[in-house]
């Protein structure tokens, strides 16, 4: 089994900044992609960021130069800096893997239990 866990979040004054990482364990032949998905209360979850192991990255939207997301292929870790953080960019932050877990094995995605971010105004 794969597992995801997420560690960093909190709450923050408007301005501040938070730190998210992400490890995968468990049996692992390959990560294709990590990302981070957020979700605030009655709205649906979304992408932050993403990024393959090819170093590919994309960002929603909202957070571009404001956030920067980073890997770590050798420890199947992702993180997440989080910078110049607003009220709205409160939620819960979900990692994400898309992972191979024997050589020949399709693609599986999984997903971590989430962490709170809180920004207050």
């Known amino acids: 089994q794969v597992q995801l866990v997420e560690s960093g979040g909190g709450t923050v004054q408007a301005g501040g900044s938070l730190r998210l990482s992400c490890v995968a364990s468990?049996?692992?032949?390959?990560?294709?992609?990590m990302a981070w998905y957020r979700q605030a209360p009655g709205k649906q979850r979304e992408l932050v960021a993403g990024?393959?192991?090819?170093?590919?990255?994309n960002y929603g939207y909202s957070v571009q130069d404001r956030f920067t997301i980073s890997r770590d292929n050798a420890k199947n870790m992702v993180h997440l800096q989080m910078n110049s953080l607003k009220p709205e960019d409160t939620a819960v932050y979900y990692c994400?893997?898309?992972?191979?877990?024997?050589?020949?094995?399709?693609?599986?995605?999984?997903w971590g239990q989430g962490t709170q971010v809180t920004v207050s105004s």
């Open positions: 990024i393959t192991s090819g170093g590919s990255i």
């Open positions: 994400n893997a898309v992972v191979q877990l024997t050589q020949g094995d399709g693609s599986r995605v999984r």
């Open positions: 468990g049996t692992i032949f390959s990560i294709s992609a």
